[in-house]
């Protein structure tokens, strides 16, 4: 790609970024900018469908029709989602065969946080509130990236999460108005999907391998730090809203940068689970190949039909 | 006399980077390559687009008007997939 380029084709690349334009795929890019796109397109749809396997635990437990209906409404959605990114990577060259290969044999990542597991209902509360909400600030911020197509997937998923963070945070603030039990059980979903919801903003900006290139190219458009604090802001409001107290003692609001301060994360943590140690890498995958297997069937049958209909179809002309 | 018609080609056009390609019309052609040219002749003579697809008409395949209503039917009665569905306090920016 890079040989057959004419010679003025990074500079206008360039001037097309600087210009705030969207880069279209039948642009000249460079190959750095190619890879580190579809690296970012295609761990995100990797995390949209990993995502599903979370919450799909708890859909035949769900507490009520409503909840029920919901949840199943908010998990096809992240479907969707990973199918809109898988088909933005697609415009790059890549071919969806090559990225589920990667996603099922543990070459590619994907978000940390769907590597613990959900322990009760509160659990799909805090995920719809905590790491839909820690999604949407990166989605937001997403819709700006210089790269057309995946700024206007971001575009439509944003517009489709904007339901998933609310239902979450309801029924938070459900239990957390309900019995001692109830409440106490919200607490303890906070209490383990508040650090992991933080590390999903990936390291420290001064640590982050991706960062600085990324934003020189306006793939990113506010970086990992900026991101995880507007973030704390709004959830350690909305926490207070509703009687839940997020667990980290030195959380506090800090007048004169107008943001809440924060503690440290743990990074050992992160870094552990990223390499696959985490309470669950190992039944997320183990899940994943078994759906992609077991829908081998459909697929074939799916190519069946069409064939038959192809032939019936010629039969008839004939 | 040739009694061959010219395919009908459909035309999609990208206003503007960063926006999706829109339908703006359709025209006959032989080719891809004319129909290509003839769409910028048609469709773009005062900077309309900075990008054009062509596609064959025979290669779209439409929902039918007929069964609109029953095809579209399963998304009608779920109103919570929209956020206004939720009762949550505006100044809480969710
Ligand atoms: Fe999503
Ligand atoms: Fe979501």
Not at chain 1, 261 to 289: K, Q, S, T
Not at chain 1, 290 to 315: F, I, N, P, S, Y
Request: proline share 4%; net charge neutral.
């Amino acid at each position: 790609m890079a040989d057959t380029s004419p010679p003025d084709a990074l500079s206008r690349f360039e001037r097309t970024i600087a210009a705030e334009e969207k880069i279209e795929p039948r642009d000249w890019m460079p190959d750095k900018y190619r890879l580190n796109l579809v690296r970012q397109i295609s761990q995100h749809a990797h995390s949209e469908v990993v995502g599903q396997l979370p919450e799909g635990n708890w859909i035949a437990r769900a507490p009520s029709l409503r909840r029920k209906a919901i949840l199943l409404a908010k998990v096809q959605d992240e479907a969707g989602h990973g199918l809109y990114l898988y088909s933005a990577a697609e415009t790059l060259g890549v071919s969806r065969e090559e990225m589920l290969d990667d996603l099922l044999s543990g070459k590619a990542k994907y978000a940390s946080i769907f590597n613990y597991p959900t322990l009760s209902w509160a659990d799909v509360g805090a995920i719809g509130w905590l790491v839909d909400g820690a999604a949407i600030v990166n989605q937001i911020s997403l819709c700006r990236t210089s790269y057309g197509p995946y700024a206007r997937a971001m575009v439509r998923i944003c517009k489709e999460e904007s339901f998933h963070q609310r239902q979450g945070f309801e029924i938070m603030q459900t239990l957390a108005a309900g019995s001692a039990e109830q409440k106490a059980m919200a607490q303890d979903a906070l209490n383990r999907w508040w650090w992991p919801s933080l590390m999903m903003f990936g390291p420290h900006d001064a640590e982050s391998a991706h960062t600085q290139q990324s934003m020189q190219w306006k793939i990113k458009r506010q970086s990992n730090d900026e991101l995880r604090q507007k973030f704390v802001d709004q959830t350690a409001v909305q926490a207070a809203h509703i009687g839940l107290v997020i667990p980290d003692p030195l959380l506090k609001w800090n007048e004169s940068r107008g943001h809440y301060d924060f503690g440290p994360i743990d990074w050992d943590e992160f870094n552990r689970v990223l390499a696959g140690h985490g309470p669950c890498n190992r039944a997320r995958l183990a899940a994943r190949r078994k759906a992609h297997e077991d829908g081998e069937w459909v697929r074939d049958a799916m190519l069946a039909h069409a064939d038959k209909q192809r032939a019936r179809a010629t039969g008839a002309a004939a | 006399m040739s009694s061959k018609h010219l395919p009908l080609w459909e035309v999609f056009i990208r206003s503007r980077r960063g926006l999706d390609h829109k339908h703006i019309g359709s025209l006959h052609a032989a080719d891809a390559a004319q129909a290509m040219q003839s769409a910028r002749d048609t469709y773009t003579r005062r900077q309309e687009g900075v990008s054009i697809w062509v596609v064959r008409s025979s290669d779209i395949h439409a929902s039918q008007f007929e069964d609109d209503s029953a095809f579209f039917d399963p998304a009608a009665d779920k109103v919570y997939r929209h956020p206004t569905f939720y009762d949550v306090p505006e100044e809480l920016k969710l």
